[in-house]
């Protein structure tokens, strides 16, 4: 008696996969036409889903997404024509986006830009009103960069005042401002070892 030859799946599959591939084929030979409307007509589907995507989310541009870029370039702008580009998409953002959360970070970023370019008066008129907010982390931000706009002028009386509030405002800057503190007393003192 002969032996039966066993078919293994994966030659079953095969065979399977090999007759839908020769359909296939036979169907694109016997309608060609059939073929090229249902391939225009999913091409087309295809490129409208695209623009649409395209056209959402240039409608949506979020107001988180439109800050964090121009805090990125803030944060990788080395030469001050970046800086000041950085400066410039902060105000349009806040002039755009009055009030809110994003805002005041974007003020207190437009602050630290025009500190950056020691622009020293617009940055703590931008930065004075942030020092009462409501997230202590803006306002506590704030009131660093005031005291380092304070030192940076020379007026070590008024760094080391804004290094004491922000040494009782916030746990977290609080040995940075001991610091700043310290290294300022020292600075500010007349030496008395002369003789």
Excluded: C, W
Aim: proline share 3%; net charge positive; no cysteine.
């Amino acid at each position: 008696m002969p032996r039966i030859k066993r078919i293994t799946r994966k030659e079953i599959r095969r065979d399977e996969l090999f007759e839908a591939i020769q359909k296939t084929g036979l169907y694109i030979k016997e309608n060609p036409h059939k073929i090229k409307v249902g391939g225009a007509i999913l091409g087309g589907a295809i490129l409208l889903l695209l623009a649409l995507n395209f056209l959402i989310k240039r409608a949506i541009n979020t107001p988180g997404e439109e800050l964090s870029h121009a805090i990125f370039s803030y944060h990788y702008s080395e030469d001050d024509a970046r800086l000041a580009s950085g400066m410039g998409q902060f105000q349009s953002f806040i002039s755009k986006h009055k009030g809110g959360g994003l805002s005041d970070i974007a003020m207190l970023y437009k602050g630290a830009s025009e500190k950056g370019q020691k622009g020293y008066a617009t940055a703590t008129e931008t930065l004075k009103p942030l020092l009462k907010n409501k997230n202590n982390v803006i306002s506590s931000s704030s009131l660093a960069n005031l005291a380092n706009i304070e030192e940076e002028k020379g007026d070590l009386k008024k760094a080391i005042e804004y290094y004491k509030m922000l040494e009782l405002k916030d746990d977290y800057l609080k040995k940075y401002a001991k610091e700043r503190i310290g290294n300022l007393t020292k600075i500010g003192t007349p030496s008395s070892s002369l003789p």
